[in-house]
């Protein structure tokens, strides 16, 4: 149950003060950077600041706005008329203890350049006395936004609010701090709106918004590519892309499907152009007795990510040509920006640095916070710089960092400055400004063809919005005929307006473009049952025009639920047996129609059989929950609230218990949940290092789970009922634990005083 951080290193425990972040087994935090080597971090003026970056050769970086224009951006959105709506967390650490973070100092303003220069000069503040404004997504009538605890909607008449936000789900982000909240709010080809350090995703009904289900993703920022795929990170982890379209295999609730589909894109290897002392961990040395090194001991940088936050990837038309699909995270802590180049054989996404031992762009000011970037309607990318001393909040702040904090007066100012950059091409073109919310009928559906892809995307978003049935024609006739990404964006559109039929998607599932192809089966899932069986005759004869669209066809052949259908996608299987999760993909559409198929699946096929089995027996949800009763009942309701909130146990192990990637391994099936309740009672206690061993596969995390039993805040009930909680879901079962049995092994290994454990130890 690691605890990941939203813009620094963290492998600390929870806390309620500033030097919580410390480690009783980290005896020595002697500095190992020479005090001669760290220069002096003054306010740099915004001229002086340019000069501070390094940016890779055929690009420049200019600002857009500047203090006091905005102050502690973190994330934007724009408008269809560009203009910059900007979330200001003004009220993150004002100082180095963090005090009054709690007052509602944030603000949602909207930035405008009105003389077409490339800088805003003018500045509405939209809403004020915001908490820890954290996500905006702009509507023609409103904006949806999250603050530090809740998802609001704000209607609007232009800039100017009408009557007070409405709280859609007051606990949207959930317990934890203001490190473990959902962001994002990122419009996609689906019409959905996917969030980061979330399990959520969102639509727009009228005047409802659907919460759904979906994969949780990442920790700070969300992209997406042309086709709808998703990319997240985490903090020590730059860029994770997934081969498949979002929730492809969610279709089948019955069914306890585990999959990984988070694909590592390059290394984690950073570059700095400064020493960087004022990282959480840094003292970390062979030098002062540990076994692992934060920092390079010839060059005093960090070696590896430890803040990683906002990211795009890049698809704008000022860059020269092959920098489109390029991939960019923030590293706040290092002070630079990585570009990752986004590579994929048979669908699946890989990752190279094409910079070599140089980032994109890297400052020696060590206030450079970067912590999101968008393509842009220009065409070029944004950069938001958060412009502020202290990035590691005061949950996680360990003694050795306050003093780097202090010593170079990181601490202060507390308020009063914020960047925004705009990274252009020296030899490109800047696409001139368009407001494509005054376009109409064929200009509008025109944009959907547009080389740039926020005129495209948000040529989608003003569509969907206006439900305009005038535009119904051209959006049939660009689904026909037109380039592969128009198309695509075309049904889409339609499908966002209520408007998508079966004969809308015929001529894209005979496409020969893969993408054009996987992107209308996946379009299948959201026609009713009477236009999907129009296109059974297609279906069953339909050859995936690459080895990535055969899940995407099994997917589509499932709910269709024809004798013909079936054995198409039994031949489907057999014959594309090798494509990545094709058989999940079958399970996913087999819904209801579990049972007929198996008479003609693979019986040699025993994970199938099983999914098949499991999902017949599960027709009828069950809703018996945990089966416990009484104290034992309450002790579980009370261990799940935990999970999800203080312990913040599920960013490292998923809200569905399966695992994240290089964060934490599975507690679904896990022999370590569900086995001897002391060994489970020790982990929690004091913490455990890698690697680990669950179910015969061998995990690595990046950090160590932190040891929750040097945290007051963790009683021996809670630590009870987080364990009753973790051995009866999911698929586990396991008696329940009891305070009295937790205070037992913390009495027999209190000498251990936090230090974690391994997993020889345990054994």
Not at 278 to 301: C, F, V, W
Not at 484 to 509: D, Y
Not at 674 to 694: A, N, R, S
Request: proline share 7%; net charge neutral; glycine share 8%.
């Amino acid at each position: 149950m690691r605890l990941p951080t939203f813009a620094a290193f963290a492998l600390g425990t929870l806390s309620l003060s500033a030097q919580q972040g410390d480690k009783k087994e980290h005896g020595n935090m002697d500095p190992v950077v020479p005090e001669d080597l760290i220069p002096p971090s003054p306010v740099l003026p915004v001229d002086q600041a340019l000069k501070s970056f390094q940016i890779a050769p055929g690009f420049v970086i200019e600002p857009v706005a500047t203090e006091p224009l905005v102050e502690k951006p973190v994330c934007l959105d724009f408008d269809p008329a560009g203009r910059i709506w900007v979330c200001e967390m003004r009220g993150y650490m004002p100082d180095i203890d963090g005090k009054g973070e709690s007052e509602p100092l944030g603000r949602i303003s909207v930035l405008e350049d009105s003389d077409g220069d490339g800088k805003a000069d003018k500045k509405t503040v939209f809403l004020d006395k915001v908490l820890l404004p954290r996500a905006v997504c702009v509507y023609n009538d409103g904006i949806l936004f999250l603050d530090e605890n809740r998802l609001c909607w704000q209607k609007r008449d232009g800039l100017t609010p009408v009557g007070e936000a409405v709280v859609i789900d007051g606990k949207f982000n959930g317990g934890g701090n203001v490190e473990h909240k959902p962001n994002g709010l990122m419009p996609n080809l689906d019409n959905y709106l996917y969030l980061a350090k979330s399990d959520k995703r969102l639509r727009r009904n009228g005047d409802k918004w659907q919460i759904e289900d979906t994969t949780f993703r990442g920790q700070w920022g969300i992209a997406r590519d042309d086709w709808g795929r998703l990319y997240h990170n985490h903090n020590s982890a730059f860029l994770f892309g997934e081969s498949l379209a979002p929730n492809l295999l969610q279709g089948n609730q019955a069914v306890k499907l585990k999959f990984n589909d988070n694909n590592a894109l390059g290394s984690n290897r950073t570059w700095p152009i400064r020493v960087t002392p004022a990282i959480n961990r840094a003292y970390m040395s062979k030098e002062n007795g540990y076994k692992e090194q934060t920092l390079d001991p010839k060059t005093h940088k960090l070696i590896n990510c430890t803040a990683a936050a906002g990211i795009t990837v890049y698809r704008g038309t000022n860059f020269p040509k092959d920098w489109y699909g390029m991939g960019f995270s923030t590293e706040s802590c290092a002070n630079l920006v990585k570009a990752i180049k986004i590579t994929e054989k048979d669908g699946k996404p890989g990752g190279t640095h094409p910079l070599g031992e140089k980032e994109f762009l890297a400052s020696t000011d060590e206030r450079f916070r970067p912590v999101n970037v968008y393509s842009a309607p220009d065409g070029s990318l944004y950069l938001v710089d958060m412009y502020h001393g202290i990035i590691q909040h005061k949950t996680y702040q360990t003694s050795y960092l306050r003093q780097q904090h202090l010593a170079r007066g990181l601490d202060k100012p507390g308020l009063g400055h914020g960047r925004i950059y705009r990274i252009r091409s020296t030899s490109g073109k800047l696409e001139p400004k368009t407001d494509i919310a005054a376009l109409q009928g064929l200009d509008l559906v025109k944009m959907l063809m547009h080389d740039n892809a926020w005129h495209r995307e948000t040529a989608q978003r003003v569509l969907v919005q206006r439900k305009d049935a005038a535009t119904i024609p051209f959006l049939e006739k660009l689904a026909a005929n037109g380039s592969p990404v128009a198309r695509v964006h075309a049904f889409w559109t339609l499908e966002g307006m209520g408007a998508l039929k079966a004969q809308h998607l015929a001529a894209p599932l005979k496409d020969k473009d893969a993408k054009v192809q996987a992107s209308a089966l996946w379009a299948t899932t959201r026609l009713d049952a009477s236009e999907l069986s129009k296109l059974e005759p297609i279906l069953v004869s339909l050859k995936p025009a690459e080895i990535e669209d055969a899940p995407y066809l099994a997917r589509a052949l499932g709910p269709v639920g024809t004798p013909k259908a079936l054995e198409a996608l039994a031949k489907l299987l057999k014959d594309e047996s090798k494509a990545r999760f094709i058989r999940e993909a079958a399970i996913s559409g087999l819904h209801g129609h579990e049972a007929e198929f198996k008479k003609l699946a693979d019986p040699k096929d025993k994970a199938l059989a099983g999914w098949l089995e499991q999902g017949e027996k599960n027709a009828k949800p069950d809703t018996q929950g945990p089966g416990l009763k009484g104290a034992e009942l309450a002790s579980w309701t009370r261990g799940k609230a935990l999970y999800a909130g203080e312990a913040v146990c599920f960013s490292c192990h998923g809200p569905d218990g399966s695992g994240v990637t290089q964060l934490g391994p599975p507690l679904d099936g896990s022999e370590w949940i569900t086995g001897k309740p002391e060994t489970l009672v020790k982990i929690l206690l004091h913490g455990m290092t890698g690697p680990v061993t669950v179910a015969g596969e061998t995990y690595t995390p990046s950090t160590d789970m932190p040891a929750l039993g040097m945290n007051p805040m963790f009683t021996d009930e809670k630590i009870a009922d987080v364990m009753t909680y973790v051995r009866n879901e999911w698929s586990n079962k396991a008696p329940v634990v009891t305070p009295a049995e937790v205070k037992k092994v913390r009495e027999a290994t209190k000498d251990r005083s936090g230090r974690p454990w391994t997993e020889a130890e345990l054994k």
